[in-house]
């Protein structure tokens, strides 16, 4: 005898147990639009900082960036005429990419700045001079023949090449 079992969201007699669900949908779906309404309005207010900033760290991004889109307008027309639209509409997040890229790109030339200095360096040390040289005292090298644990029958070219 197989044993199934069902699992419902809401009551099976009820014709309207479907909404609960729903509603617990709308409101995730409500708040999710909230939360990402906030984020651009916070964005937006904050994107000529992000401008600024970038320009400041590291220009060469923002000139990339907008070199890209020039040669996309003249590559692929259509992609760059939706990416001068996206770029249009959503400049909050584009000028906090091009922060977040230029913050980054400083970051990266400082530290290979750095590790070409210290590796154009020299470490300073001191020369240590001991003069007991007691522990070095080894005791004399025993040497002794290995016996071929198997008897040589007969030799040829080819084993004389590894003795």
């Known amino acids: ?75 692929k027309t259509l992609f760059g005429i939706a990416a001068i639209v996206l770029t249009f509409f959503g400049y909050p997040f584009v000028s906090a990419y091009l922060f977040f890229k230029a913050l980054s790109s400083r970051t990266i030339k400082n530290v290979q700045k750095k590790m070409e200095t210290e590796q154009n360096t020299f470490t300073e040390f001191e020369e240590v001079v001991d003069n007991d040289t007691t522990f070095l005292e080894l005791p004399p090298l025993q040497t002794q023949k290995k016996e071929a644990s198997r008897p040589q029958s007969t030799s040829s070219e080819y084993d004389d090449m590894f003795k």
Do not use: C, H, R
Not at 10 to 22: A, E, I, K
Not at 47 to 75: M, N, R, S, T
């Open 1 to 75: 005898m197989t044993v199934y079992k069902e699992f419902k969201v809401g009551s099976g007699n009820n014709p309207f147990g479907f909404f609960v669900p729903l509603l617990i949908l709308a409101i995730f779906f409500a708040a999710l639009f909230f939360l990402a309404q906030g984020i651009f309005w916070l964005f937006s207010y904050i994107a000529p900082v992000f401008f600024i900033a970038a320009l400041i760290l590291d220009y060469k991004v923002i000139v990339g960036f907008f070199q890209f889109i020039w040669k996309l307008l003249k590559e």
